[in-house]
């Protein structure tokens, strides 16, 4: 079956720092989605990028999908506090809108200030 | 409503007993999903529905574990003779599931959760 990982499991920084979590797949994807929860809450929707080697930016966050669409990436520019969080990446193979969304294994980020 | 609702929010039983777990989904949802969280860890997969197909129950780890969707809207999660290991947040989403749509934009809409107690 489809399997989405995804690297560092935990990632420590120091605030002002850059964090980079990587979602890769087992199979082509058509299109991956990216999920922020925050501690002891649940996952929110951040993005969904669709097409090949798309890049999307929400202020200080960029995100990106791989040309080949099995892999993808969630970059956060000079981290806050309030980035602190576990990302989690989530991935449909078809179109198909019924298709059952894959998460990735999750990346969590705790931040030093 | 606002969004998706779980109840109760908090559950403790006596390893043993059967909980019943409730989700309600943002109305006009077709698509519905639980998953299981383990303190720190990611998103079990546990089961998904989809309109009026069958629902994929690939990811219920065991035979006491079973849910249904009552007229394509609440759902309730049932596990039977809980076990110390089912302790977990059990969250629940839906999503539009736009058919056919190019691009297929299908955002989950989570829940609080419940969170699981067996002593």
């Known amino acids: 079956g489809q399997q989405v990982m995804q690297i560092p499991q935990y990632q420590h920084v120091q605030e002002g720092e850059d964090f980079t979590t990587y979602c890769n797949s087992s199979?082509?994807?058509?299109?991956i989605q990216w999920y922020k929860q925050r501690p002891g809450g649940h996952p929110v929707f951040l993005i969904q990028l669709v097409k090949s080697g798309e890049v999307k930016k929400q202020k200080r966050l960029t995100f990106q999908f791989g040309e080949a669409k099995k892999n993808s990436s969630l970059h956060i520019t000079a981290t806050q506090t309030t980035d602190v969080g576990t990302y989690f990446c989530a991935g449909q193979i078809s179109n198909f809108g019924n298709e059952k969304l894959t998460f990735g294994t999750g990346t969590r980020l705790t931040i030093i200030p | 409503g606002a969004g998706v609702s779980q109840s109760p929010s908090n559950k403790v039983t006596e390893k043993g007993k059967d909980v019943e777990l409730r989700c309600d989904p943002i109305?006009?949802?077709?698509?519905l999903y639980w998953y299981r969280q383990s303190l720190g860890q990611g998103l079990e997969f546990l089961i998904y529905?989809?309109?009026?197909?069958?629902?994929?129950k690939s990811g219920l780890p065991s035979d006491r574990f079973s849910a249904e969707r009552t007229g394509g809207s609440v759902s309730t999660l049932t596990i039977q003779r809980t076990q110390q290991e089912d302790s977990a947040v059990y969250l629940c989403a839906s999503s539009l599931a736009q058919l056919g749509l190019a691009g297929g934009f299908n955002e989950q809409f989570f829940g609080p959760g419940t969170r699981l107690t067996v002593l």
């Open positions: 199979t082509t994807l058509s299109n």
């Open positions: 109305s006009g949802h077709t698509a």
């Open positions: 529905f989809q309109g009026n197909s069958a629902p994929d």
